[in-house]
Structures are given as structure tokens and as C-alpha cells.
């Protein structure tokens, strides 16, 4: 996989990711940023390291968005990350 392959975006599109589109990107993203553990095995090798810090990262953001106000928005927010989550489980 290249990396350019996980990093590229349209930075001119404004049509938000689907929760199964997003769960695969962070997914991509942490098999990079694992690389290879102590045993010399990718991430790619086992993609439950990958998901595992996908799912960190997703509990992150909901954690943060805890701080935004209460209402439509928040709501909004906070659905599309557990669907996120919800995909990366599936993977």
C-alpha cells in the first residue's frame, strides 16, 4: 500500500466521508503508523493491531466532542463517530 494512496484527499470536496469510508482511512492511517512490531511483523500482517488503535482513535474524538454544546450538532457529532466505531468493529 502507498502511503499517498491513504493520505490523498480532494481538498476541494465538501461531501463528508461515510462512516464505513472513515473507519477504513484511520485504519489505513494506524497501519502506518504502526509499521512493524517487535517480532518484525507488520500491521498489515495482523490487522487487529490496526483496528485496536483505529478504535483508540475514534474514542479520542468522542471523548473531545463531549465538550461541545448540547444540541442538534453535538448529536449529529456524536452518531457519526460511534458509526465510525461501529465500522472499524466490522472490518
Known sequence: ????????????????????????KIIKLCRIAIGTNHSGHTALHNP?????????CVDEILEAIKNQRYGVEYLSERDYWFEVKQEIKNL
Do not use: G, Y
Not at 500500500?1 to 461515510?18: C, G, H, I, W, Y
Not at 487487529?48 to 483508540?56: E, G, L, M, T, Y
Open 1 to 24: 500500500m502507498d502511503q499517498r494512496d491513504v493520505l490523498d484527499a480532494n481538498p476541494n470536496s465538501t461531501k463528508r466521508m461515510t462512516p464505513q469510508e472513515k473507519a477504513d
Open 48 to 56: 487487529r493491531h490496526a483496528k485496536n488503535c483505529a478504535i483508540v
